[in-house]
Nanobody
Framework: QVQLVESGGGLVQAGGSLRLSCTAS????????VGWFRQAPGKEREFVAA????????YYEDSLKGRFTISTDNAKKTVFLEMNSLKPKVTAVYSC???????????????????WGQGTQVTVAS
């Protein structure tokens, strides 16, 4: 079992920044994939970013490249999502997800992940 806890969400003005954290506990693996997803009211969950804990390779939703950065502190079993130049349209509940191996295909699909955190609300005011 793996437990994931997100933190760092909140209310921010457009153009501002937030840093989300996802801390894992339990039986974690170094060769894992951790993803961030978001879900706005009335919309489906969508992929934001993912990282292979080792070797740290990253993937992003195309429209977020350059503004969002995913990184990992393996010693602390924590994955971060740095979000800059925030826009109101990114308002959603952000959740991290975990799979114990490298997801080599379709890592943008929520169904590929085994464990999920409870989510943290990100609200960007205009």
């Amino acid at each position: 079992q793996v437990q994931l806890v997100e933190s760092g969400g909140g209310l921010v003005q457009a153009g501002g920044s937030l840093r989300l954290s996802c801390t894992a506990s339990g039986r974690t693996f170094s060769s894992a994939t951790v993803g961030w997803f978001r879900q706005a009211p009335g919309k489906e969950r969508e992929f934001v970013a993912a990282i292979f804990r080792v070797p740290g390779r990253t993937y992003y939703e195309d429209s977020l490249k350059g503004r969002f950065t995913i990184s990992t502190d393996n010693a602390k079993k924590t994955v971060f999502l740095e979000m800059n130049s925030l826009k109101p349209k990114v308002t959603a509940v952000y959740s991290c997800a975990y799979y114990h191996r490298l997801i080599l295909r379709s890592l943008r699909l929520p169904c590929q992940y085994d464990y999920w955190g409870q989510g943290t609300q990100v609200t960007v005011a205009s």
